[in-house]
């Protein structure tokens, strides 16, 4: 399968643990979008990345949350000190550029307790 | 900020019948782009059809169109010919063709399809 992978699909955490969450781009794209569903909603964008760089972050994405994407590869999404409110779906989007077609992962659920 | 707004928040369609999904947007850039996404259940989001806005035809996608008023900022999806495997949610999208590239969403539109 050479679509957009994410791990893991699902994760159950306490109040006030530390997450992280793996995006797989599909091979050659240097485009990397992050997004949040919560229940009822259409995706909320959080931030992107063109290569290794993060171009634009949401006002979405509090100081709790910090993204990466080392050598424009892979991604993580890390939330510290999680809050019952992060309780959503987290998707990951790559394209191959702007301009083109942003393909989706099936996205990482994450429920805070 | 674009707003996208999607009045249905379900509908429900007979197989083989057509079905129309309503998307308004609001937007002050001249130049841009529209999506529909679905999203069946438990199952990753997938493009159905895209309309760049200094298209003055309409998009078409085998059974799926779009309906594109730019001057009423509506964008409506048709679904012909409507199969089981269409039941999902869908999601219409903004783009600027500008800045950010990130998409902008509404709430979406859960179809059924019955039997």
């Known amino acids: 399968d050479t679509g957009v992978s994410q791990n893991p699909r699902h994760k159950i955490t306490k109040r006030g643990q530390n997450v992280t969450f793996r995006c797989d781009p599909i091979s050659e794209h240097n485009r990397l979008y992050w997004y949040r569903q919560t229940l009822g909603q259409g995706p909320e964008f959080l931030t992107y990345f063109q290569n290794e760089a993060q171009l634009e972050k949401s006002r979405l994405l509090s100081d709790r949350f910090s993204a990466e994407r080392p050598k424009g590869s892979f991604s993580t999404l890390e939330i510290q000190r999680t809050e019952q409110g992060d309780s959503a779906m987290y998707l990951c989007?790559?394209?191959?550029?702007?301009?083109?077609?942003?393909?989706f992962g099936p996205g990482t659920r994450l429920t805070v307790l | 900020a674009q707003t996208v707004t999607q009045s249905q928040p379900e509908m429900s369609v007979q197989e083989a019948e057509t079905v129309t999904l309503s998307c308004t947007y609001d937007t002050s850039e001249s130049d841009y782009y529209l999506f529909w996404y679905k999203q069946p259940p438990s199952r990753q989001m997938i493009l159905v059809i895209r309309?760049?806005?200094?298209?003055?035809q309409n998009a078409t996608e085998n059974r799926f169109s779009v309906n594109f008023q730019k001057a009423a900022k509506s964008f409506s999806l048709k679904i012909s010919d409507s199969q089981l495997g269409d039941a999902a949610m869908y999601f219409c999208a903004y783009r600027s063709s500008n800045s950010g590239y990130a998409l902008n969403f509404g709430k979406g539109t859960s179809l059924l399809v019955t039997p």
């Open positions: 309309q760049e806005a200094y298209k003055q």
């Open positions: 989007a790559s394209s191959f550029s702007q301009y083109n077609e942003q393909f």
